[in-house]
C-alpha cells in the first residue's frame, strides 16, 4: 500500500528530534565531565598547598572555588541530561558535596573563620537530608567504593561537628558511623582497612564521651565557649592584638583516637606515625578541641537558614564567594606529634611576618622528658653539661610509656630565640616548672602560662579526659564540676553557676 507523504514526515521529525536529544546529551555530559575533571584537578592541587604559603593560598582556594561553583549550576541546571544518561548517580553527587564541604572546612583552618565551619556543615547537612548517601540503596551493599565514600563522608561530617559542639547531631553521626564501619567489616572481612574503620568508630565514640563530661539536660551544643562576637574587644591604635596561635600535643595519657581520616590540610603530623597519642580525630587531639574552642569567636550568622524544600535539581544552593569580611580570629597552626626543626620552622615564619605588635600564643600539651626513665640515654647531668639547656624539656615525639629521642625534645632554651616578638606561653605538662626558666632579654612582652607540677593522688586519673589546666582555659564550670565528680547537672543550676563565672 502506497505511504503518504505525511505519513512519512511524522517519523522522520521523530527520529530527527530523537537524534538532537541524544546529541545534546552527548554535549552536556562531554561538557559535565570536562567540569568534573577539572575541578578534582583543581581540588587535588589545593590539598597541596604549601602550609607555609601563609599569605598565597586565599588565591588558591578562590580559583577553585569558583571551578566547583561553575560545576554545581551547570549540575543543576542539567541533572536530568545526566541522570538519564547515566553518567550522573546519587554517590557522584554527593562526592562533589561532599568536596565542596572539605573546601568550606579547609578555608576555616586556614583563616580561622568560623563562619566557614558552619558552610562545611550545612553542605554536609545537605548531602544527608537529600538521601545522597542513603544507605538503603542496593548499590552501597555491593561496592566496596561506595562504602568507602560514605564512611569518609561521616568522618568528616563529624570532624566539622566536632569542631561546632553539637552533640545531638553528633551523636546520631557517631552511631551512623559505627553501623556502616560494622557493615564494612562484615562485607569485606579481608580488606587491609576494614579494622582501621572499626578502630575509628569505638574511638569517635570515646572522642565524645571524653567530651560531654557534664550532661546537662535539654542542651544540643557541647558545653563549649566560644565568644559571641558581641563581647570581642576592637583593638586601640598601636596595642598589641593575639593574631597567632600555635597548638602542639603529644600526650599518650588520654583516650585514643588512632587513625587520620581527613584530608591532611588540618594538621601536620610528624613522621605520619598513627599510632595514638591522645584523642585524635581527624589527627585532632582532645587538647587541641578545646583550645580552638578557646581561641574563637562565634560566627555571627551561626544558624544558618535550613532549606526544608530544595530546588529543582535538589541541590543546594550557589556557593557563595570567597571574600567575605571575616570575623577576626587568631590564625591556628596545630601540630600533633611534632618534630623540633618542623615547630621551630613554624616560629620562625610566624615571626618574620607578623607585626611588633602582634602576639603569638604557643601551646603545649605534652609530657615531659622526666616522665620516661632515661636511664639508658644520657643522665641529666650529662645532659645538662653537653648541651648547657635545662634537665628538663618537652617529648614532642613519644609514644605510650616509650620516650623520644633527644633531638625530639624540646628545651626551654630553644624558645629564647623568638621572644623577639611578644609571646603567651601555656604548657600543660607534668614538669611546665621546668619553663620558668624562659625570659625575654630583647625586651618585648612575654608572659607564661604552666600547669602544676603535682596533683593530688585523687586527680591521677583526671588526665585520661584531657588534661586540666586546658580544661579550665576552655570552660571553668565544667572543669569545676568535673573535678567535684559531678556528671549530672540540672539546666537552672548550670545557667546560675555559669552566670557567676
Not at 553539637?166 to 587491609?192: C, I
Not at 567575605?324 to 618574620?352: D, F, G, Q, T, Y
Not at 626513665?373 to 615525639?397: F, V, W, Y
Request: aromatic share 8%; glycine share 4%; proline share 4%.
Amino acid at each position: 500500500a502506497a505511504l503518504s507523504r505525511d505519513d512519512l514526515e511524522e517519523p522522520m521529525e521523530e527520529v530527527l528530534a530523537g537524534h538532537n536529544l541524544v546529541r545534546s546529551e552527548s554535549e552536556v555530559a562531554k561538557r559535565y565531565q570536562s567540569l568534573y575533571e577539572n575541578a578534582m584537578k583543581h581540588f587535588n592541587a589545593v590539598k597541596e598547598v604549601n602550609k607555609f604559603s601563609r599569605h598565597d593560598w586565599r588565591g588558591f582556594f578562590s580559583k577553585t572555588f569558583e571551578v566547583f561553583s561553575e560545576l554545581w549550576q551547570y549540575l543543576g541546571l542539567n541533572m536530568e541530561s545526566l541522570q538519564r544518561s547515566g553518567l550522573l548517580q546519587a554517590q557522584r553527587t554527593a562526592d562533589v558535596a561532599s568536596k565542596i564541604g572539605q573546601m568550606f572546612y579547609h578555608t576555616y583552618v586556614l583563616s580561622s573563620d568560623v563562619e566557614y565551619l558552619h558552610q562545611a556543615y550545612w553542605f554536609y547537612t545537605a548531602v544527608q537530608d537529600r538521601g545522597f548517601m542513603d544507605s538503603s540503596r542496593e548499590t552501597y551493599q555491593q561496592s566496596s567504593h561506595i562504602l568507602l565514600l560514605r564512611l569518609r563522608y561521616l568522618a568528616r561530617f563529624i570532624s566539622v561537628t566536632l569542631l561546632l559542639g553539637r552533640s545531638r547531631v553528633l551523636s546520631e553521626l557517631v552511631e551512623k558511623l559505627e553501623k556502616q564501619a560494622s557493615a564494612y567489616q562484615t562485607l569485606y572481612p579481608g580488606s587491609h582497612d576494614s579494622s582501621d574503620w572499626s578502630n575509628t568508630a569505638v574511638e569517635a565514640r570515646s572522642m565524645l564521651e571524653a567530651l560531654e563530661l557534664v550532661q546537662v539536660p535539654s542542651r544540643e551544643v557541647l558545653l563549649e565557649h566560644r565568644l559571641p562576637v558581641a563581647l570581642g574587644y576592637v583593638r586601640p591604635h598601636g596595642s598589641l592584638s593575639l593574631d597567632e596561635a600555635v597548638l602542639v600535643s603529644c600526650t599518650h595519657k588520654q583516650v585514643c583516637l588512632t587513625v587520620a581520616v581527613a584530608d591532611g590540610v588540618t594538621v601536620t603530623e610528624g613522621s605520619g606515625v598513627r599510632v595514638g597519642m591522645g584523642v585524635r580525630f581527624s589527627q585532632l587531639s582532645l587538647d587541641m578541641v578545646r583550645m580552638v574552642y578557646t581561641l574563637e569567636l562565634q560566627a555571627a550568622d551561626q544558624h544558618l537558614p535550613r532549606h526544608k524544600h530544595p530546588d529543582a535539581a535538589g541541590l543546594p544552593p550557589q556557593i557563595p564567594k570567597l571574600d567575605r569580611k571575616a570575623v577576626r580570629n587568631p590564625k591556628k597552626c596545630l601540630l600533633h606529634r611534632p618534630s623540633v626543626p618542623e615547630l621551630l620552622a613554624e616560629l620562625s615564619m610566624i615571626m618574620k611576618d607578623n607585626s611588633p605588635n602582634s602576639i603569638t600564643l604557643l601551646y603545649f600539651s605534652c609530657n615531659s622528658t622526666s616522665s620516661f626513665d632515661q636511664s639508658d640515654s644520657l643522665t641529666p647531668e650529662k645532659q645538662r653539661n653537653a648541651s648547657g639547656r635545662s634537665t628538663d624539656g618537652l617529648s614532642l615525639r613519644s609514644s605510650s610509656g616509650v620516650p623520644a629521642a633527644l633531638e625530639d625534645n624540646l628545651y626551654p632554651s630553644d624558645l629564647v630565640t623568638y621572644t623577639r616578638r611578644p609571646m603567651l606561653l601555656i604548657v600543660d605538662s607534668d614538669h611546665a616548672s621546668s619553663f620558668q626558666t624562659v625570659k625575654s632579654p630583647f625586651h618585648q612582652p612575654f608572659v607564661s602560662l604552666l600547669a602544676a607540677s603535682r596533683l593530688p593522688d585523687d586527680f591521677s586519673d583526671y588526665q585520661l579526659n584531657g588534661r586540666l589546666l586546658t580544661l579550665f582555659l576552655a570552660c571553668p564550670l565544667t572543669a569545676f564540676c568535673h573535678v567535684c565528680n559531678l556528671v549530672d547537672v540540672t539546666e537552672s543550676l548550670w545557667q546560675a553557676a555559669d552566670e557567676v563565672m
